[in-house]
């Protein structure tokens, strides 16, 4: 199964357990007409022991809680995904038009790589069969052509073996990104199932007197997690830009024939890397957008652990990306 199924079985899961937080309504009506009852009873005992009119304005807020709470599922959720669902569609066309651009940049990198090592006759042999058969029919069976075969025998080996592990840890690294994405994906649909289910209890403590912040957290909390993934979009998005100028610049460098091209493919690591740490900061950064209170101790354990992955990646990767510079990567 692809990365991509994998995410929309994350929002097929979301639209399965949506409908639960109905059957929470029944125990939050009961809730919130306990909280409205003592809460227009205060209001209006107040009023009178201070001889004062009654102000009927602020004793409706108990019954739209309770209208919220009645049709939780359309009113509060159908609404808050509705307005901020466009702004998930924008950010992840955007990423699918720059990941397009990536994918066909890459192609025509790899074939404009291919044909400058056939024209360099260093090389050709290492990159085509073809040419490899060719150098050898040239050769006699004299001792020198002897030890010139073991010897392109050897460096084809050498070239075959630098592109397996070179391709290995390129393929490691990409799977570690797509878990990261993965990761952040998966927990933020975890928080608003809890978030969506559990909502018509918040809405309705809300209407007990003294407890009025618990919506506000509650909708800055659901629309900080829900932003998590256009967040998440855009930073897809930045690299798979920066990483389609760096890919541009090898294009540019390539189509020039004197050009003898680098194998190595340290910058792109590097990228790749940066992506892995990037995404455990999505929440902190969607905290910038909307301040939501609660997810204080998550976002610490996160940069935490942001900062001691940065570390052993960061430590593993120098050492490896020094042996391949110095031994293997020409």
Same mark, same amino acid.
């Given at each position: 199964?692809?990365?991509? =199924? ?31 009852? %003592? ?17 009927? /304005? ?12 009645? %049709? ?23 990423? &699918? ?5 990536? =994918? ?15 024209? =360099?006759? &260093? ?20 001792? @020198? ?5 073991? @010897? ?24 570690? /990104? ?12 975890? /928080? ?7 909502? !018509?209890?918040? /809405? ?6 003294? %407890? ?17 993934? !256009? ?71 996160? =940069? ?14 120098? @050492? ?11």
């Amino acid at each position: 199964m692809e990365y991509s =199924n994998l995410h929309e079985v994350l929002r097929s899961l979301y639209d399965e357990m949506m409908p639960l937080s109905a059957d929470m309504a029944a125990v939050a009506k009961g809730l919130a007409g306990l909280g409205a009852l %003592f809460y227009v009873a205060l209001k209006v005992w107040q009023a009178l022991s201070s001889a004062e009119p009654i102000d009927v /304005f602020p004793l409706l807020r108990p019954f739209a809680l309770g209208i919220c709470i009645t %049709f939780f599922p359309t009113i509060v959720l159908g609404t808050l995904n509705g307005v901020l669902s466009p702004v998930v569609q924008g950010t992840h066309s955007m990423l &699918e038009s720059q990941v397009l651009d990536l =994918n066909a940049l890459q192609q025509q990198k790899d074939q404009l790589e291919r044909e400058a090592m056939l024209r =360099n006759p &260093e090389t050709a042999y290492l990159a085509s069969d073809e040419e490899f058969d060719k150098k050898l029919d040239e050769l006699g069976w004299t001792p @020198s052509d002897l030890v010139t075969m073991s @010897s392109m025998y050897a460096e084809r080996q050498i070239y075959s073996l630098k592109k397996m592990f070179r391709d290995g840890f390129r393929e490691f690294l990409e799977v570690l /990104f797509q878990a990261a994405a993965l990761v952040i994906d998966t927990i933020r649909t975890f /928080f608003l199932i809890v978030l969506s289910i559990l909502g !018509p209890l918040a /809405f309705a403590i809300s209407v007990w007197d003294g %407890f009025q912040s618990t919506l506000t957290q509650w909708l800055t909390r659901y629309i900080s997690v829900y932003l998590w993934l !256009p967040v998440s979009d855009l930073f897809s998005a930045m690299l798979s830009k920066i990483q389609s100028l760096i890919l541009q610049k090898d294009i540019n460098s390539l189509s020039d024939p004197n050009f003898i091209p680098d194998s190595s493919s340290t910058v792109y690591i590097i990228f790749m890397i940066i992506g892995i740490i990037g995404y455990f900061t999505i929440p902190t950064v969607t905290g910038w957008i909307i301040q939501a209170g609660g997810a204080g101790n998550f976002v610490r354990n996160i =940069n935490q652990t942001t900062t001691k992955t940065g570390n052993i990646v960061g430590a593993g990767t120098g @050492s490896v990306a020094g042996n391949i510079g110095g031994r293997l990567m020409k």
